[in-house]
């Protein structure tokens, strides 16, 4: 019966990844830009054993790319990169060998016509890659509701994850930073839940969440305080957890000294942040703006608020819960020290989407918590919640599959010279 059930899992688990990433396949646009240099270095990584892009002609001459001892490299850092060696390993022979895929390919891209490579068709790559993170990311986060909730109701804050959050309209649509992030943040998080039946698994958190340092640097948060949480509440656990994530962190470390001859990127510098005169627009404008605000694009993720109440007003809450508080607020106050707070040409708020696995953690906890809610307060919560959840869909929906939105970004006029057309309610990004 045991290993009956095994594998009925295993088929639960391989039908949900299936799904949601058929799904960003079928509807998601590509939307790379920045983004691209992080295929190319996984590309270089691969051909020439090194993560400098001297061999891409125009290099030279994109403002992403900086010249580092006579050698240029993406500013952005390696960790987005290094997750995406494996699948341009396979991708680039693939196209070598089977010309049926190339044709394929080449059918949906007309323009190009010389031959197909992961180089010229970055674009598409990138979303294949990006996608198939975002839905092992889901998988992933279907365990941790799962945890918690019975099966039927474990899918709900899976799908309000997958598809009514930056998720899917952002992170599955290209290679930025922030698909790898939610994965490693999401696998730690996982781990450090199941390591209350299963203390072994605790040290093994030290490896996404050190890796998500390499991939963002604005994880230290999240690194630095689920640290102390082990210290604190797993300190038989915190020997190994540190030297799993010390070696992570010395590769990198020593990764930086081989390139830039110090232990961080011009990316980690901490003056890249707090120098922004208008924080406090920033801080509101991270949430509520209707350009950029979180609970703007996502809706349903003020349930997530209503999570963190019951859980004080039920006096549920556990250690784990209060450090992944502290997290998101910190990011929140980290992220809108930063000047360019709003993060350019994107759809909705980029920069806050690293917080979503914990932000839907506290809808699973609010769904978990509601039952015990007097009849007409669960009514008249459940029926906000369907709707929240259905205009959040929609929205990140059209985020997903319409190029008129990110167009809003230029027209009227250009967002990074305009910022004040965050705060137009009249010409709102997802309804263009």
Avoid at 328 to 348: A, M, N, R, Y
């Amino acid at each position: 019966m045991d290993r009956q059930k095994r594998w009925c899992n295993w088929v639960l688990l391989t039908a949900l990844f299936l799904s949601v990433w058929g799904a960003y396949l079928i509807t998601n646009i590509a939307t790379s830009g920045d983004s691209r240099w992080s295929l190319l270095t996984a590309l270089s990584i691969i051909k020439e054993f090194n993560t400098d892009l001297n061999e891409f002609a125009d290099a030279g001459n994109n403002p992403i790319v900086e010249r580092i001892g006579g050698n240029f490299y993406a500013i952005f850092p390696i960790g987005a990169s290094i997750i995406a060696v494996p699948f341009v390993a396979i991708i680039d022979p693939v196209l070598t060998k089977f010309p049926i895929i190339e044709q394929f390919l080449r059918n949906r891209s007309p323009t190009i016509k010389e031959k197909l490579t992961v180089a010229n068709f970055y674009y598409g790559f990138e979303m294949l890659i990006a996608s198939f993170l975002i839905a092992l990311t889901t998988v992933v986060f279907f365990l941790i509701a799962r945890n918690r909730l019975s099966l039927t109701m474990a899918l709900v804050p899976t799908f309000i994850f997958a598809f009514c959050t930056s998720a899917w309209s952002i992170a599955a649509t290209a290679l930025w930073q922030h698909g790898p992030s939610m994965l490693m943040l999401t696998l730690a998080l996982y781990l450090l839940i199941q390591g209350r039946s299963n203390p072994r698994l605790i040290c093994l958190a030290g490896l996404p969440l050190a890796f998500s340092y390499v991939v963002r640097p604005t994880n230290a948060v999240s690194l630095f305080f689920l640290s102390i949480y082990i210290v604190v509440h797993h300190r038989r656990q915190a020997p190994l957890y540190f030297v799993l994530a010390g070696i992570l962190l010395s590769a990198f470390l020593a990764y930086n000294l081989s390139v830039y001859g110090a232990p961080l990127s011009p990316y980690y510098a901490p003056n890249r942040l707090g120098h922004n005169t208008a924080f406090w627009e920033a801080l509101a404008g991270n949430v509520i703006s209707p350009g950029r605000g979180l609970f703007i694009f996502s809706p349903v993720l003020l349930f997530s608020v209503l999570g963190v109440i019951l859980l004080f007003k039920n006096r549920a809450a556990t250690p784990l819960d209060c450090y992944l508080m502290v997290i998101v607020v910190l990011h929140w106050l980290i992220i809108s020290t930063f000047p360019h707070w709003w993060g350019g040409k994107s759809f909705g708020p980029r920069f806050l989407s690293d917080m979503l696995p914990f932000l839907c953690y506290f809808i699973v906890r609010y769904l978990e918590l509601a039952p015990a809610l007097g009849r007409g307060h669960r009514l008249a919560l459940h029926t906000a919640f369907l709707v929240c959840l259905a205009i959040s869909f929609t929205i990140h929906f059209r985020g997903a599959t319409r190029m008129a939105a990110w167009g809003w970004h230029e027209t009227p006029l250009n967002l990074d010279r305009h910022p004040e057309r965050l705060w137009d309610w009249r010409d709102l990004q997802f309804l263009r």
